[in-house]
C-alpha cells in the first residue's frame, strides 16, 4: 500500500512537472492548466481515484505556502495599504459571505441561512498564488500587487473564521451573533499573539545558538508547522498565527541569517513552494469527478446552473465592492486625498476582476463532516460540487482573461513608481560609496601599505563609476541604454567562457571539486545579478 501511495505522488508531481513545461510553452498561468489538466485526468478510466483528506491540506499545504506569501511580503507596502487590504480581507469576504448565504437561501431548495453561510465563507476569499501567477512577467502598479498580496494574507483568516461559525451553527441550530463577533475577535487576536510568541522563540534560536546554513533553513521550515499547530490546539487562528509570525521573521531576518543561510532557504524554499503548490491545483482539478459522483438528489444540470450563478454573483460582488472600497474613503478623507494618489477606474477594475479562487476554498469544502448529530450532512455534497465551479469558473475565466484586460486598460503605463531596474542601480551606488567612506575613515593606513586592500578600494571606485554611468543609462535615451545591454550581453558571454573553463578543470582534474564548486557559484551569483537587471520579472 504504501509503495503504491508513494508511486502515485511521484506520478502526479511528474504530470505537475509536464503540465507547468506546457502551460509555459503556451504562455498559460500554471494553476489554470494545471486544474484542467487534473480535471482531464479525473476523468481518464483506469487511473485511481484521489480523494483528499482536508486535513491534509490544512495541515501540509496551508502552512508553508501562507509563510512563504507573508516572508516576501514588504511590511512597509502592507502598512501603507493597509485600509484597501483591511476592506478587502475583511469587509469584503463578510460582506460576500452575506450576500451569498441570503442568495442561496432562496435559490437552493432545502438550503437553510447557516448552510448558506457554509458556502459563502467557503468561497469568499480569493487565491493569492493564482492572480501572481497570472500578473507574472506583466507590468503592473506595485500598489495593486501589494494590496492582492495584502489581502491573501489575512482573508483565508477571516472567511475561515466565518466557515468554523456557520458550521457550529449547522450542528447545534443555534447562531449568536453577540457570541460570534466576541470569538471573532478572540481569535484573530490570540491567533496573532500566538504568532508573535512562536515567532520569537524561532528568532532567539536563530539569533543566539550555533546553528549552520541547513540548521536555518531547517527551521524555517518548521516555524510555520509550529505556527500553525500551537494557535489550532487552543482554537485561535492558525492562518493569523503562521502570517504574523512570518511577517516578524521576515523584517528581522537579516539580522539572523547570514549569507550562506539565505543562499540556501531560498533555493529550497522555491522548490518547496513550487512543488506545494502544483500539487494543490492538480488535485483541484482530480476532485471534480468524486463530487459529481456524489450529486445524489440533485441533477448535474441543477448542480451546475447553482454553481455558475453562484459564480456570477461572486465575482459581481467583488467588483460592485471595490469601487465605494476605494473611492468613498477619498471622497470623506482629505488626509488620504493629499497622501495618495487616486486610483483611477483602471487599478480597481484589475482588483476586482483578479478575484481567483483556489486552495483555501477547496480544503474548507473537504472539510465538511460527513455526518451531522448522526446523520450525513445536508448539502455537503452539493456544497462541495458548487465550489468546485466557482474554482474553475474565477481561475479558469478570470484567469485567462486577466492578462487581456490589463492590456486594454492600460494599466502598466500608469505606474508611478520608480522603475525597479533604476532602484536597484541607486542602491548599489549608494551601497558603495558606503563601503569608500568606511574604507577611507577607517583603513587609511591599510590601503597604503597593502596593495590588496588597496585594490579593494579601487574596485569600489570602478564600480561607483560602473553604476553611476548604469543609472543615467536607464535615465537617459535608447542608445545608452543600448550601450548598457551590449555590456550585459558581452558580460554574460565572458562568464560563459569562465564556466567552459571551469569545465575544462573539472575534465583534467587540474584542482579540487570543492574550489571549483565555489568559483562556480560565484558565476552564478554574477549571471544571476545580469539576467535580474535585463530580466526583472
Not at 486594454?408 to 563601503?435: H, I, M, Y
Request: overall charge neutral; glycine content about 8%; charged content about 15%.
Amino acid at each position: 500500500m504504501l509503495h503504491e501511495n508513494l508511486l502515485l505522488i511521484l506520478g502526479l508531481l511528474f504530470a505537475v512537472f509536464l503540465l507547468v513545461m506546457l502551460g509555459q510553452k503556451l504562455r498559460i498561468s500554471y494553476p489554470i492548466f494545471l486544474v484542467l489538466g487534473g480535471l482531464v485526468l479525473g476523468f481518464v478510466p483506469g487511473l485511481p481515484r484521489i480523494a483528499i483528506e482536508p486535513d491534509l491540506i490544512f495541515l501540509i499545504f496551508l502552512p508553508p505556502l501562507l509563510y512563504e506569501a507573508a516572508w516576501y511580503t514588504s511590511w512597509r507596502d502592507f502598512w501603507r495599504w493597509k485600509r484597501p487590504i483591511g476592506l478587502l480581507a475583511f469587509g469584503l469576504v463578510l460582506f460576500t459571505s452575506v450576500i451569498v448565504a441570503y442568495v442561496a437561501q432562496a435559490m437552493i431548495p432545502g438550503f437553510t441561512l447557516a448552510l448558506g453561510f457554509l458556502l459563502g465563507g467557503i468561497i469568499s476569499p480569493p487565491d493569492a498564488v493564482a492572480a501572481t501567477s497570472v500578473l507574472k512577467g506583466i507590468k503592473v502598479p506595485k500598489r495593486v500587487l501589494a494590496i492582492l498580496g495584502g489581502e491573501s494574507l489575512l482573508n483565508d483568516a477571516s472567511s475561515l473564521i466565518v466557515f468554523r461559525f456557520a458550521l457550529a451553527a449547522v450542528l447545534s441550530g443555534t447562531f449568536v451573533w453577540q457570541q460570534a463577533a466576541t470569538s471573532f475577535l478572540l481569535t484573530s487576536s490570540m491567533g496573532i499573539v500566538v504568532g508573535v510568541g512562536t515567532a520569537y522563540v524561532f528568532y532567539s534560536i536563530h539569533k543566539y545558538l550555533p546553528t549552520t546554513p541547513s540548521i536555518n533553513t531547517a527551521l524555517t521550515l518548521m516555524a510555520p508547522y509550529v505556527m500553525y499547530l500551537v494557535a489550532e490546539e487552543f482554537h485561535f487562528s492558525g492562518v493569523l498565527a503562521v502570517v504574523s509570525g512570518g511577517l516578524l521573521l521576515s523584517f528581522f531576518s537579516h539580522s539572523v541569517f547570514d549569507a550562506s543561510t539565505r543562499l540556501q532557504a531560498t533555493g529550497v524554499w522555491a522548490s518547496v513552494s513550487f512543488v506545494l503548490n502544483g500539487l494543490v491545483f492538480i488535485l483541484i482539478g482530480l476532485q471534480l469527478p468524486i463530487a459529481v459522483e456524489g450529486l445524489g438528489d440533485y441533477s448535474l444540470q441543477q448542480a451546475i446552473s447553482y454553481g455558475l450563478i453562484i459564480s456570477v454573483i461572486v465575482i459581481l460582488i467583488r467588483l460592485l465592492w471595490i469601487y465605494p472600497a476605494a473611492f468613498l474613503p477619498r471622497l470623506w478623507s482629505a488626509r488620504i486625498r493629499n497622501n495618495e494618489t487616486s486610483p483611477g477606474w483602471q487599478g480597481p477594475l484589475v482588483l476586482g476582476w483578479a478575484g481567483m479562487r483556489g486552495v483555501v476554498s477547496l480544503a474548507a469544502a473537504l472539510s465538511i463532516p460527513l455526518l451531522a448529530n448522526g446523520q450525513p450532512f445536508p448539502q455537503r455534497n452539493l456544497i462541495l460540487f458548487i465550489t468546485f465551479v466557482v474554482i474553475l469558473v474565477t481561475l479558469v475565466f478570470q484567469g485567462l482573461t486577466l492578462p487581456a484586460l490589463i492590456r486594454f486598460t492600460k494599466l502598466s503605463q500608469l505606474d508611478e513608481a520608480v522603475p525597479p531596474e533604476e532602484q536597484e542601480a541607486g542602491v548599489r551606488l549608494r551601497l558603495r560609496k558606503a563601503a569608500i567612506a568606511h574604507l577611507k575613515q577607517q583603513y587609511a593606513t591599510e590601503m597604503g601599505g597593502n596593495k590588496l586592500v588597496a585594490r579593494l578600494h579601487q574596485r569600489m571606485e570602478s564600480e561607483v563609476q560602473l553604476t553611476a554611468q548604469t543609472l543615467a543609462s536607464i535615465e537617459c535615451d535608447e542608445s545608452q541604454r543600448e550601450a548598457l545591454h551590449q555590456y550585459h550581453r558581452v558580460l554574460l558571454d565572458v562568464l560563459r567562457v569562465q564556466r567552459d573553463e571551469l569545465f575544462q578543470m573539472r575534465r583534467h582534474n587540474v584542482f579540487e571539486d570543492e574550489v571549483l564548486r565555489q568559483q562556480e557559484a560565484q558565476l552564478d551569483l554574477d549571471e544571476a545579478k545580469v539576467l535580474h537587471i535585463e530580466h526583472p520579472e
